[in-house]
């Protein structure tokens, strides 16, 4: 962090929040300890606790904090006058744009919050600290799905049609096999989301 | 002081408000009637000739106080008529003679049913056609007391709404109305409010069945109650019981919108979510409390109550 300026609490909240975000990104979570932590924010580990209890808790609030994040862009894409296919390939568009700009974010979601259940049991069971993403995609299909856009089915089937892809497209970047950038696939992709999802 | 008077008048009507108003209690049919003059009701009075009575009444001889129209009204004689009047034409020579003018049910308040007949577009509310003031009478129409049309709304109306906004007007008393011109005393609440199954509806546990004492109906059966102003889980039907409680969804039938939805015991959804939430919040905000409670499961709502510790 540089210094020279005072950062508030809650500013600093936040920077621990990416630099651990990134960290458990990169390394794994059980690779990754607090002094690390403490030592990329140039704080003292005891410093660090006055901001997060646990290595758990930090790792739910790091969950909590990218839902929000992704969820909002969805919320923004929900509320702009576009038609439904249009938002379709939207969606598709920034989740991979923001895989690019914080590649850690997904790559928190896939290689942590998935990979080890066993740390969010407790306070992230179910939908609780990925909320804001669930509910703005419930009022995406909704919407669509009342004006006839999209086909009438349950939530489920729906959801893991359009966020499927995304993720294994993350995921393959992840591994060093995709040709392209996710980004250049997108509006292929947006493509067969919106005739899969699309009503007729 | 002679007794205030009322000439009940039906339009086009199935009689279920009428039918409803014999099940009175405290005060009973009779009691109410006791205290006011009932100058006419087409099922009760078998002695009257309603002619005369619309003669005496017409020429200033007898006195309405209070005039209650059920049914929706219509200037068509082929659907309606009174001797030579459709109803419609009587409530215009009857609106400024009277001092207050009650619409009893939907019918009479919105249109309701029958306005559902398209091919004739001559039927409406007294003073709504559902949820427009485009009714038989104007918008700012007023009768002699200073109130609109007073609707007690219901398919049928609750027998207690009638008979106790009837009493407060008699004791002239202030009685406050919603934007439906529905007295508030009875119209503020909706009718999940009392509903035994609130503990249901908090933890989202749907009922799986019509008739069963557990789950919430609000998810899959059709229960219209979050979103329906009416005391039905207050003011009990026969003093015993209300749809939500033996099980069955509220239909919403205090609302404009009653007839205009289809298929009432299934809850409208889209890909999975509820295209209708309960009043007072946003789908966002409702979608959310949603996910939290699904998550969060409730032991005790679990089991059939009688298991229950």
Redesign the interface.
């Known amino acids: 962090m540089s210094k020279g300026r005072k950062y508030s609490k809650e500013e600093r909240k936040l920077e621990i929040v990416k630099v651990a975000c990134k960290l458990f990104a990169k390394r794994g979570y059980y690779n990754t300890t607090i002094p690390d932590i403490a030592e990329a924010m140039g704080m003292s580990v005891g410093n660090i606790y006055n901001y997060f209890k646990s290595k758990e808790e930090l790792a739910k609030y790091i969950m909590r904090y990218s839902s929000r994040l992704l969820g909002n862009e969805i919320r923004k894409i929900n509320e702009e006058d576009l038609s439904t296919k249009e938002k379709v390939y939207k969606i598709v568009k920034r989740f991979f744009e923001i895989a690019e700009e914080q590649p850690e974010l997904i790559e928190y979601f896939l290689r942590v919050f998935l990979s080890n259940r066993e740390i969010f049991n407790e306070g992230c069971e179910g939908f609780l600290c990925v909320s804001e993403v669930i509910t703005e995609l419930m009022l995406f299909f909704e919407e669509g799905a009342k004006i006839g856009d999209f086909r009438q089915q349950e939530f489920f089937p729906a959801f893991t049609t359009l966020m499927g892809p995304l993720g294994g497209m993350v995921f393959l970047k992840g591994e060093g096999v995709l040709p392209k950038s996710p980004v250049e696939y997108s509006d292929e992709l947006a493509k067969n989301i919106w005739n899969a999802l699309k009503n007729g | 002081m002679g007794k205030k008077t009322l000439l009940w008048l039906q339009g086009l009507s199935c009689n279920g408000n009428s039918q409803s108003l014999l099940n009175a209690e405290n005060p009973s049919f009779y009691e109410l009637f006791s205290r006011v003059e009932l100058i006419f009701h087409p099922e009760i009075s078998y002695k009257e000739n309603i002619l005369q009575v619309l003669e005496k009444v017409l020429s200033d001889r007898k006195k309405v106080n209070f005039l209650v129209i059920e049914g929706s009204i219509t200037t068509n004689k082929r659907f309606h008529r009174i001797g030579d009047y459709t109803i419609g034409e009587l409530i215009d020579r009857l609106k400024n003679k009277v001092d207050y003018i009650i619409a009893a049910g939907n019918c009479a308040s919105f249109g309701n049913i029958p306005v559902l007949y398209r091919e004739h577009k001559d039927i409406r509310g007294l003073q709504f056609k559902f949820k427009e003031r485009k009714g038989f009478l104007p918008p700012d129409f007023k009768t002699k007391s200073g109130y609109p049309v007073i609707n007690i709304t219901g398919c049928p109306m609750h027998p207690s709404w009638f008979t106790q906004t009837l009493i407060a007007l008699l004791e002239g008393r202030k009685v406050i109305l919603d934007k439906y011109n529905r007295p508030k005393e009875f119209f503020m609440y909706l009718s999940h409010d009392g509903c035994l199954r609130n503990e249901y509806f908090e933890w989202k546990v749907e009922a799986e069945e019509f008739g069963h004492k557990e789950g919430c109906l609000f998810y899959n059966l059709g229960c219209r109650a979050p979103m329906t102003h009416a005391p039905c889980n207050k003011i009990l039907w026969n003093r015993v019981s209300s749809k939500t409680r033996a099980g069955l969804p509220c239909f919403g039938c205090t609302e404009f919108d009653f007839p205009l939805r289809e298929n009432y015991f299934e809850t409208k959804k889209?890909?999975?979510?509820p295209?209708d939430v309960p009043l007072g919040v946003s789908?966002?905000v409702y979608?959310?409390i949603t996910?939290?409670a699904?998550?969060?499961k409730n032991e005790r709502l679990s089991k059939k109550l009688e298991e229950t510790d």
Do not use: A, F, P, S
């Open positions: 889209n890909i999975g979510i295209e789908k966002r979608i959310t996910g939290v699904k998550t969060l």
